[in-house]
């Protein structure tokens, strides 16, 4: 996942980020409320973690601007030493999608992550996907490439799925994983078979191989149009 944290506390900032950092996960962060906007508004996070008490503009109002100005509808974890119930319906009704009282353990903050990543993830991607001539629809989890049907074993789907939900984005390993299986896997090995697996029928059916791996960084949809096949 690629995680935006948004925390004064540079303690509780730094924590958070050497432990999702340390887990795979592609983290950025930032000290105050306008810094955070000016991040969230501007680029692509699968979920934000966001604190209530910020500087120069607080967690509330940020999460309202995000949702009603900037119009993005990126999952947004709010945290806070605040647990009253009235609290926590505010952050809802601010756009928050859930909520964590401090203090809070780590593996918590990141299994909250990842279910608010994998529900907005099940979301977007009820519709039918294309890029190029690929299609796939989740629904049936059928692929077809150029009218053809795909054979696939349903992770493939799943992964191909993940890939062609946002074909813009570079995915790493993290978030692919989480998108398929829920968590991070053990080793990548996982991953690596489902990916060749995908890609060599991708490939028999298309004439070339629509995912581009990008050494260090993760695995990105490049599609090809018929008229530029060679």
């Known amino acids: 996942m690629r995680v935006l944290i948004i925390e004064d506390d540079p303690g509780i900032a730094g924590n ?34 966001l604190d209530v008490g910020l500087p120069r503009l607080d967690g509330l109002a940020l999460c309202r601007r995000l949702r009603e100005e900037a119009h993005k509808d990126t999952p947004v974890l709010m945290i806070t030493a605040r647990d009253t119930l009235d609290d926590k319906l505010k952050g809802f009704e601010h756009g928050a999608d ?3 009282v401090k203090p809070f353990e780590l593996k918590e903050v990141e299994a909250r992550l990842a279910a608010l990543h994998r529900r ?30 795909v054979a696939l074993p349903p992770k493939c789907v799943r992964l191909l799925e993940a890939i062609m939900a946002e074909p813009e984005r570079t995915h790493n390993r993290a978030g692919l994983e989480s998108a398929v ?7 990548s090995d996982t991953l690596r078979v489902h990916l060749h697996l995908l890609r060599r029928a991708l490939a028999a059916a298309a004439g070339y191989d ?21």
Not at 137 to 147: E, F, L, W
Request: proline letters at 5%; one cysteine or more; a neutral charge.
């Open 120 to 149: 907005r993830s099940r979301r977007v991607t009820q519709r039918p996907l294309a890029a190029g001539d690929i299609r796939l629809d989740p629904k049936t989890m059928s692929v077809t490439v150029a009218g053809k049907a």
């Open 16 to 49: 958070l980020y050497d432990y999702l950092e340390s887990r795979g996960h592609d983290v950025d962060a930032a000290p105050d409320g306008v810094a955070g906007l000016n991040l969230a508004a501007s680029a692509e996070f699968d979920c934000i973690l």
């Open 181 to 187: 299986w829920g968590k991070a896997q053990e080793t």
């Open 98 to 100: 859930d909520y964590l």
């Open 210 to 230: 629509p995912i581009k791996t990008l050494h260090g960084i993760g695995y990105r949809l490049e599609v090809r149009e018929k008229n530029e096949r060679p």
